[in-house]
C-alpha cells in the first residue's frame, strides 16, 4: 500500500481520493476549506487512514512549515494552479526516499498542451515525474469540458499507466476545444 499526498483533492479529485482510500491507501489531502477536508473524511471508506492538512499554497511559507511535517510520500497528486508553481517546485525538492522514486503526478489545464504556457519543474533524481493534461470531450462534432467523474476516473488511469504525459479526453484538435 502508498501514502499519496494530494494537493487540491477536496473538489474534482474527490472521488479519486475516496477510490484509493477504498483500496487501502493511506491519503494525505491538501485544501483550504476545513470544512470540505472534513466532509471528504466523513465519506472515507477507511477514514482513519484518510489525513488532512488544512493549508493555502499560495502562503507558501505556512505551506512549506506544514507539509515538512510529513513523512515522504510515495505518490504526489499535485493539482495546483500556475499562481501556485513555486509550491510545486517546493514539493519537488522537499520529499526524498532512500528505498524508491517518488512519483509525481502534475494535474494541468489544457492550456499545458501549448509548450510556451507548460511549465515543468526542475526535478532530482529522487522524482519520477508525470504529466496529466485535463483537455475536453470530443463528441460527434460538439466539444464539451471534462466532468468532475471524468477527471478523477482519468486522474486515476494515469497513476496507473505512469506514463510521462497522460492526457485526460484530448487536446485535439486544439481549434475544437469549447
Ligand atoms: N479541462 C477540463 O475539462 C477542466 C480542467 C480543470 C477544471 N475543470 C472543471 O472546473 C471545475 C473547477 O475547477 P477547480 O480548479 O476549482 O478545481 P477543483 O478541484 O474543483 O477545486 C480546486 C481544489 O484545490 C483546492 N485549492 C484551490 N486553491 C487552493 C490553494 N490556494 N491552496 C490549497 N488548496 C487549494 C480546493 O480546495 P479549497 O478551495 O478548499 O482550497 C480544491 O480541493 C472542476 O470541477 C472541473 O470539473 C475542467
Request: hydrophobic share 40%; with cysteine.
Amino acid at each position: 500500500m502508498s501514502h499519496f499526498l494530494v494537493i487540491g483533492g477536496t473538489g474534482m479529485l474527490a472521488d479519486a481520493v475516496l477510490a484509493w482510500n477504498q483500496k487501502g491507501h493511506t491519503i494525505t489531502v491538501v485544501a483550504r476549506t476545513k470544512e470540505k477536508l472534513k466532509r471528504l473524511v466523513s465519506r472515507a471508506a477507511f477514514p482513519e487512514q484518510l489525513h488532512i492538512v488544512q493549508s493555502d499554497y499560495l502562503q507558501l511559507g505556512s505551506f512549506m512549515n506544514q507539509l515538512a511535517q510529513l513523512s515522504a510520500p510515495d505518490v504526489i497528486v499535485s493539482w495546483i494552479h500556475r499562481s501556485g508553481n513555486d509550491a510545486v517546485q517546493w514539493l519537488c525538492n522537499q520529499y526524498k526516499k532512500s528505498d524508491n522514486r517518488i512519483a509525481f503526478f502534475h494535474i494541468k489545464g489544457s492550456s499545458a498542451h501549448n509548450p510556451k504556457q507548460n511549465f515543468t519543474p526542475y526535478l532530482s533524481n529522487f522524482i519520477s515525474y508525470h504529466e496529466v493534461i485535463l483537455g475536453f470531450q470530443l463528441i460527434s462534432g460538439v466539444s464539451r469540458w471534462l466532468t468532475n467523474t471524468e477527471i478523477a476516473a482519468g486522474v486515476m488511469h494515469a497513476t496507473e499507466q505512469k506514463l510521462p504525459k497522460y492526457i485526460v479526453g484530448t487536446v485535439e484538435p486544439w481549434d475544437a476545444r469549447p
